[in-house]
């Protein structure tokens, strides 16, 4: 079963960047689609992106879009998440989550409860502030 571990987060000035990293163990990492969610004090969890396993398609939310970028190294078994351009609202805990059978990346990011993943990492935060 795989397990995943989130890195990478900090405190940064609005505008600021940071790169994400999601190291899973147990299992290959190209086996799953692998989706990066992030949840804010009072506000429940959203999707933020999400990269396929099978031909590295990405889904990003409409708050990331030209902001965030998905990647993901096989060979390394990590997905990473860059984040540029950073604003206050992106200041939340974020989290890696796999999931190994999922119709597309958009359904993972969108609408797929979140018991149904096959695992979470315990998540990073990152904290914009001034």
């Known amino acids: 079963q795989v397990q995943v571990v989130e890195s990478g987060g900090g405190l940064v000035q609005p505008g600021g960047s940071l790169r994400l990293s999601c190291a899973a163990s147990g299992a290959s990492i190209e086996r799953y689609t692998i989706g990066w969610f992030r949840q804010a004090p009072g506000k429940e969890r959203e999707g933020v992106s999400c990269?396929?396993?099978?031909?590295?398609?990405?889904f990003y939310g409409d708050s990331v879009k030209g902001r965030f970028t998905i990647s993901r190294d096989n060979a390394k078994n990590t997905v990473y998440l860059q984040l540029n351009s950073l604003t206050l609202e992106d200041t939340a805990v974020y989290y890696c989550?796999?999931?190994?059978?999922?119709?597309?990346?958009?359904?993972?990011?969108?609408?797929?409860?979140?018991?149904?993943?096959?695992?979470w990492g315990q998540g990073t935060l990152v904290n914009v502030s001034r």
């Open positions: 990269i396929s396993s099978s031909d590295s398609s990405t």
């Open positions: 989550a796999a999931l190994k059978k999922v119709p597309s990346v958009q359904v993972m990011c969108v609408w797929t409860p979140l018991e149904m993943f096959d695992a």
